[in-house]
T-cell receptor, first 112, second 113 residues
Framework: QKEVEQNSGPLSVPEGAIASLNCTYS??????FFWYRQYSGKSPELIMS????GDKEDGRFTAQLNKASQYVSLLIRDSQPSDSATYLC????????????FGTGTRLQVTL | NAGVTQTPKFRILKIGQSMTLQCTQD?????MYWYRQDPGMGLKLIYY???????DKGEVPNGYNVSRSTTEDFPLRLELAAPSQTSVYFC????????????FGPGTRLLVL
């Protein structure tokens, strides 16, 4: 069974610090990975996507992928209280109608 | 564009009742998905569709049915509701070009008592 594992948290970081969120996956066939942010009572919204080994940066967010270690991470620099949410990691591949397997999410709390 | 819309936002069902959760997208996306999310958990795929007239089971299809008569609509049918179906249901869609992002609807919160 394909699995995506995340620490449920909460991960607490002070405002302005770097938040580091981690995810491991079991399916070596997964080619694409996504980080979704989900505020309480809301639907998931895409933060980052990453397809190749290495880093991908977008503003304050950096996604990192290491396919050899089956590891994905998300770094949030200069964390803000508005970043407080649950972050869902998801992996998928093009061969199965691009179905995504989601982790259970890591709850991030940014404290003042 | 409204994106992905879902109705109703919230519903209470009695055990054994049936209902249809509506999902509509106006982005002309071929692929559509239904997920359920239990408290503190990730999203579990119920059913998906790769185009009008084509549907397939996901990870947790038991107790649900779907149809896809048009590109825009992908309703989810619950027959004989059970307390285990208490959850938040999300519909999502994407264009079908590789593994690009899925766009999510606002969700339907369902309580079965």
């Amino acid at each position: 069974q394909k699995e995506v594992e995340q620490n449920s948290g909460p991960l607490s970081v002070p405002e302005g610090a770097i938040a580091s969120l981690n995810c491991t996956y079991s399916d070596r066939g997964s080619q694409s990975f996504f980080w979704y942010r989900q505020y309480s009572g809301k639907s998931p919204e895409l933060i980052m996507s990453i397809y190749s080994n290495g880093d991908k940066e977008d503003g304050r967010f950096t996604a990192q992928l290491n396919k050899a270690s089956q590891y994905v991470s998300l770094l949030i620099r200069d964390s803000q209280p508005s970043d407080s949410a649950t972050y869902l990691c998801a992996g998928g591949n093009t061969g199965t109608a691009s179905k995504l397997t989601f982790g259970t999410g890591t709850r991030l709390q940014v404290t003042l | 564009n409204a994106g992905v819309t879902q109705t109703p936002k919230f519903r209470i069902l009695k055990i054994g009742q049936s209902m249809t959760l509506q999902c509509t997208q106006d982005m002309n996306h071929n692929y559509m998905y239904w997920y359920r999310q239990d408290p503190g958990m990730g999203l579990k795929l119920i059913y998906y569709s790769v185009g009008a007239g084509i549907t397939d089971k996901g990870e947790v299809p038991n107790g649900y049915n779907v149809s896809r008569s048009t590109t825009e609509d992908f309703p989810l049918r619950l027959e004989l509701a059970a307390p285990s179906q208490t959850s938040v249901y999300f519909c999502a869609s994407r264009t079908g070009q590789g593994v690009e992002t899925q766009y999510f609807g606002p969700g339907t919160r369902l309580l079965v008592l």
